[in-house]
Protein backbone atom coordinates (compact mmCIF):
# COMPACT_ATOMS: atom_id res chain seq x y z
CA UNK A 1 0.00 0.00 0.00
CA UNK A 2 1.87 3.19 -1.30
CA UNK A 3 0.70 6.84 -0.77
CA UNK A 4 2.40 9.00 -3.70
CA UNK A 5 2.10 12.82 -3.28
CA UNK A 6 3.34 15.08 -5.58
CA UNK A 7 3.15 18.91 -7.12
CA UNK A 8 4.54 20.83 -4.55
CA UNK A 9 7.27 23.51 -5.48
CA UNK A 10 8.67 26.98 -5.29
CA UNK A 11 5.61 29.46 -5.42
CA UNK A 12 5.38 33.17 -5.19
CA UNK A 13 2.88 34.39 -2.50
CA UNK A 14 -0.55 35.19 -4.06
CA UNK A 15 0.08 31.65 -6.37
CA UNK A 16 -1.67 28.53 -7.03
CA UNK A 17 -0.55 24.71 -6.55
CA UNK A 18 -2.00 21.56 -7.08
CA UNK A 19 -0.92 18.88 -4.84
CA UNK A 20 -2.09 15.18 -5.94
CA UNK A 21 -1.61 11.62 -4.09
CA UNK A 22 -1.97 8.56 -5.98
CA UNK A 23 -2.91 5.56 -4.07
CA UNK A 24 -1.03 1.96 -4.96
CA UNK A 25 -1.64 -1.31 -3.82
CA UNK A 26 -5.32 -0.96 -2.46
CA UNK A 27 -8.13 1.29 -3.23
CA UNK A 28 -9.23 4.07 -0.79
CA UNK A 29 -12.41 4.89 -1.98
CA UNK A 30 -14.00 3.96 1.03
CA UNK A 31 -11.74 5.86 3.24
CA UNK A 32 -11.55 9.48 4.55
CA UNK A 33 -8.76 10.97 2.56
CA UNK A 34 -6.62 13.88 3.94
CA UNK A 35 -4.23 16.19 3.68
CA UNK A 36 -1.93 17.53 6.57
CA UNK A 37 1.24 19.66 6.40
CA UNK A 38 4.11 20.14 9.14
CA UNK A 39 6.14 23.44 8.90
CA UNK A 40 9.91 23.33 10.50
CA UNK A 41 9.33 22.80 13.57
CA UNK A 42 5.60 22.29 14.23
CA UNK A 43 3.54 19.79 14.61
CA UNK A 44 2.16 17.76 11.80
CA UNK A 45 -1.17 19.85 11.37
CA UNK A 46 -4.49 19.05 9.48
CA UNK A 47 -5.09 20.50 6.37
CA UNK A 48 -8.51 19.02 4.27
CA UNK A 49 -9.91 15.87 4.23
CA UNK A 50 -12.43 14.12 2.49
CA UNK A 51 -15.32 11.26 2.80
CA UNK A 52 -14.96 8.21 1.22
CA UNK A 53 -19.23 7.20 1.15
CA UNK A 54 -20.30 10.92 0.13
CA UNK A 55 -18.28 14.28 -0.88
CA UNK A 56 -18.35 16.11 2.68
CA UNK A 57 -14.91 17.88 3.30
CA UNK A 58 -13.73 19.36 6.27
CA UNK A 59 -10.99 22.22 6.60
CA UNK A 60 -8.71 23.78 8.64
CA UNK A 61 -9.67 27.21 9.39
CA UNK A 62 -6.30 28.68 8.13
CA UNK A 63 -7.00 27.35 4.94
CA UNK A 64 -10.42 27.59 4.82
CA UNK A 65 -12.00 29.17 1.34
CA UNK A 66 -8.26 29.27 -0.69
CA UNK A 67 -7.62 25.28 -0.38
CA UNK A 68 -10.01 22.47 -2.20
CA UNK A 69 -9.41 18.99 -1.22
CA UNK A 70 -11.28 16.28 -4.37
CA UNK A 71 -10.93 13.18 -5.48
CA UNK A 72 -10.92 11.25 -8.25
CA UNK A 73 -12.48 7.41 -7.71
CA UNK A 74 -11.61 6.30 -10.96
CA UNK A 75 -8.58 7.18 -10.43
CA UNK A 76 -7.66 6.32 -7.18
CA UNK A 77 -6.49 9.94 -6.28
CA UNK A 78 -6.98 12.41 -4.15
CA UNK A 79 -6.44 16.34 -4.95
CA UNK A 80 -5.58 19.68 -3.19
CA UNK A 81 -6.23 22.88 -5.27
CA UNK A 82 -4.25 25.69 -3.31
CA UNK A 83 -4.85 29.31 -4.14
CA UNK A 84 -4.28 32.57 -2.98
CA UNK A 85 -0.82 30.86 -1.16
CA UNK A 86 0.65 32.67 1.82
CA UNK A 87 4.49 32.38 3.54
CA UNK A 88 2.94 30.37 6.07
CA UNK A 89 1.63 27.89 4.08
CA UNK A 90 5.13 26.96 3.78
CA UNK A 91 5.12 23.17 5.03
CA UNK A 92 5.67 19.79 3.33
CA UNK A 93 2.66 18.11 2.78
CA UNK A 94 1.46 14.66 3.71
CA UNK A 95 -1.44 12.58 1.89
CA UNK A 96 -3.38 9.83 4.22
CA UNK A 97 -6.03 7.67 4.07
CA UNK A 98 -7.94 7.34 7.14
CA UNK A 99 -9.27 4.12 8.99
CA UNK A 100 -12.96 6.08 9.22
CA UNK A 101 -15.07 6.33 6.13
CA UNK A 102 -17.78 8.98 6.95
CA UNK A 103 -16.56 11.33 9.51
CA UNK A 104 -13.52 13.63 8.46
CA UNK A 105 -11.69 13.87 11.14
CA UNK A 106 -8.77 16.06 12.35
CA UNK A 107 -5.76 14.12 14.47
CA UNK A 108 -3.16 12.13 13.08
CA UNK A 109 -3.92 9.60 14.99
CA UNK A 110 -7.00 8.77 12.73
CA UNK A 111 -5.32 8.30 9.03
CA UNK A 112 -2.93 4.94 9.37
CA UNK A 113 -1.74 5.93 6.17
CA UNK A 114 0.39 8.15 4.92
CA UNK A 115 2.42 9.32 1.60
CA UNK A 116 5.98 10.50 1.84
CA UNK A 117 5.40 14.62 1.48
CA UNK A 118 5.88 17.01 -0.89
CA UNK A 119 7.86 20.39 -0.29
CA UNK A 120 5.62 23.89 -0.93
CA UNK A 121 7.56 26.47 -0.50
CA UNK A 122 6.06 29.95 -0.59
CA UNK A 123 8.01 33.18 -0.60
CA UNK A 124 7.06 36.44 -0.56
Known amino acids: VQLQASGGGLIQAGGSLRLSCAASGRTFSTNVMGWFRQAPGKEREFVAGIQGTGNATNYARSVRGRFTISRDYAKNAVYLQMNSLKPEDTAVYYC??????????????????WGQGTQVTVSS
Open 96 to 113: AASRYSTVVRTTIHDYNH
